[in-house]
Structure formats: structure tokens, C-alpha cells
């Protein structure tokens, strides 16, 4: 009788095995919230990136055939290529809190960044300023804007172009000369080289070529 329990099949489980899987279920019921919590925070923050280099690629804008100077208030100042001022700082608003706004000739401003809590800005040269925004979260961006100088200006540019031409014609003007007369005494002495080796293999052609110079020359008398 105790055999036949002994090979008889078990359909259900043991106290362990439900235990076990238990334990599995709380461990990932506690570790869902902090793994969504990660997801949507790095959800946010692609966001963020993508609004910010948006608001690097405006800014580069305004440099591109303009100015950039800054202020100790920290605000830039961009003169673009239509000569049309904008001046660039944070600005807490009571309907967007915290922005990067674009201010404009007459007072008009647009915002250009949300949740930007601070705006901090360094002249480099004449011309080029370097930056830093924190946003509401911590997240922190650089960069760095060139305006163009006076000397990247189309005009200067083409007189730049203009110069270069003529340096590269004056200098082809005088180098094709030198290379024609260094082709012809190139050919020269190659043909000199050439005969001397020819007379040296066979000296019997050199003497016969001198006698019949000596020919030519009795005959010429």
C-alpha cells in the first residue's frame, strides 16, 4: 500500500514553491514604480534636449551674418543679418514660470524655452559668448555662439577671393617660363646622355659618324 503512494503523481504544490513565487510577484511589484519613474524621467528629459538644441539652432541663427555681445545681467544681445535686435534672458512668468524669452524691438518678446530656471552668460572674444542653462530639473546645456566679424563680411570675403585669384595668376605667369626652359634643357641633356650612351655600346657607330663629319667638312672646303 505505502508503494503505491510512493509512485503516485503530484498535481498540485508545495507550500515552498507558493512561497516562492510570491516572493518573485512582491519583488517585481516593488521594483515597477522606480523602473517607471526612470522611463518617464528619461522620457522628459529627451524632451528637454530636443527643446534645447531647438533653441541652440535659433540662437545660431541670429549669429549667422550678425553680432552677439552680452550684459552683466546676463542677457545676450543678438543683431541679426537684417539688423533686428533681440535680447535673449530668463524670465519667471506667473503663466509659464520659468522661460528663456526672446525680446524683440518694441517690447515684444516670444518665449523660446519653458522651464528654464536660470540663464548664465560669458563674453569669450569680440564676438563670441559662451552660455549655460539650467532647466527646472537640474538638467544643464552649453554652448557656445560666434557672430559673424567684420572681416567674415560677404564684401571682405569677395576682395578676400579676388586677391587670392590674382596672387595665383602672377604666380602662374611667372612659373610657365621657368618650366618651358627647364623642359628644354631637360630634353637637351637627355639627348646628350642619350648619344653618349649610344657611342658607348657601340664605338665603332661614334667613328663612323666622326668620319663622315670629317667628310662633310673636306667636301664643304
Known sequence: MEQQQRGRIRTGFTMVECLAALAVLAAT??????????????????EEMV????????????????????????????????QVQHKVYQYHSQANGNILRDEGIGGGYVPILMHARKLLVSGLAP???????????????????????ERQHPGSVLVTALLILLVVGALTLW????????????????RINRNALRQWRDPSASKRSTSSSQKAAITGK
Open 29 to 46: 511589484v516593488c521594483l515597477w514604480p522606480p523602473i517607471m519613474h526612470l522611463a518617464s524621467n528619461m522620457a522628459t528629459k529627451d
Open 51 to 82: 527643446e534645447l538644441q531647438a533653441m541652440q539652432r535659433r540662437l545660431e541663427s541670429y549669429c549667422a551674418g550678425g553680432s552677439v555681445t552680452t550684459t552683466d545681467t546676463g542677457t545676450m544681445v543678438f543683431v541679426d543679418h537684417q
Open 127 to 149: 564676438n563670441t559668448c559662451a552660455y549655460k542653462v539650467t532647466m527646472d530639473d537640474g538638467l544643464t546645456f552649453r554652448g557656445v555662439l560666434n557672430g559673424m566679424s
Open 175 to 190: 612659373m610657365v617660363p621657368k618650366m618651358v626652359r627647364w623642359r628644354t634643357e631637360y630634353q637637351m641633356e637627355e
